[in-house]
């Protein structure tokens, strides 16, 4: 994960116009990471089976569409929105969801007025790429184990 913030860092100053725009992207960038399921922070890039099954096993995952009403009423009585992978709207190219991100409120009103080109990570036919909360719930076992060590 550091890897990952460090070059998305290098890349906000290579493309932001001024120093103060780079360190707004680069927080916004770490308030994502901190905004991780409690059980998939466990899992982010130790590459284990159970993390490998949650990136490629198609079962694992769901789509729900940022109009619907199925993502209202999850947003506000759960369960909670995970995403599956990163969500890029291009310009700017900086991501606004990455794998693992609980998503909120706010992040779908701001994907809901997004006017750009493209969005890397977003089939709006489909909709948000999730985990699914069975998913989710084969994760808490091993975490607990995780933090009881």
Do not use: C, W
């Amino acid at each position: 994960m550091k890897t990952a913030t460090y070059l998305l860092a290098v890349a906000a100053f290579l493309a932001a116009p001024s120093l103060s725009a780079t360190q707004s992207i680069v927080s916004g960038i770490q308030a994502s990471a901190a905004e991780l399921s409690p059980e998939v922070q466990l899992y982010v890039g130790r590459g284990d089976e159970l993390a490998d099954r949650l990136r490629y096993d198609a079962a694992a995952r769901e789509y729900v569409k940022i109009n619907s009403k199925e993502i209202e009423e999850r947003l506000k009585d759960g369960p909670e929105l995970v995403s599956a992978k990163f969500v890029i709207p291009y310009p700017p190219g900086f991501p606004i969801m990455v794998p693992g991100q609980v998503i909120t409120q706010e992040t779908i009103t701001f994907m809901r007025k997004l006017d750009v080109k493209e969005i890397h990570g977003y089939n709006a036919s489909l909709g948000l790429e999730l985990l699914s909360p069975k998913a989710l719930a084969a994760l808490k076992p091993a975490a607990k184990k995780e933090r009881e060590r």
